[in-house]
């Protein structure tokens, strides 16, 4: 999936298209009463997201509201490439998402890790909150810079949600 390519130079340089996460809820606390439209909003989000696109999509934690599984079907029906460095499965001992993916963009090599916040109990959605747990973002993002280290890139571009 490559970038929607609009611009108004003569020559129009190729485009990667990049989002730090915490776009698909306003607030980390699930609302029972409001579900099913905040659900809708998201899928709606997550849409046109897939249609402009869109290359690597962080997932924060406001976009954990309505649990992991529900992030994960999403990006499995819309399309978006979530990522995400430090989410990890408690019971499955695995990442939910890619810890990064690698882009070609003009013939040049990109990768993309994304990271979110140390979440909080609170913060891990009610339908799945037990099922994962966050790597500190610094000690993840030093894993994966390892590993990214190895692979012949031009471009190396962090995703953060971590906030201050």
Known sequence: MTGVQTCALPICPPLVIVDA?????ESQVSRPDLERQLRA????VARAMSATGIDAVNVGALDLANG??????LGRTSGVP????????RSAKTHPFPRYIVKEAGGLRI????VAPELPPVAKGEKDENDYTTQPPLEAVKEVMGELL???????????????
């Open 21 to 25: 996460g915490d776009l698909l809820f």
């Open 41 to 44: 909003k998201a899928r709606y």
């Open 68 to 73: 992991l599984s529900f992030v994960a079907d």
């Open 82 to 89: 979530f990522v995400s460095a430090n989410l990890v499965s």
């Open 111 to 114: 990768g993309i890790l994304g």
């Open 150 to 164: 190895q692979k012949d890139l031009d471009f190396i571009i962090l995703l953060s949600a971590v906030g201050d």
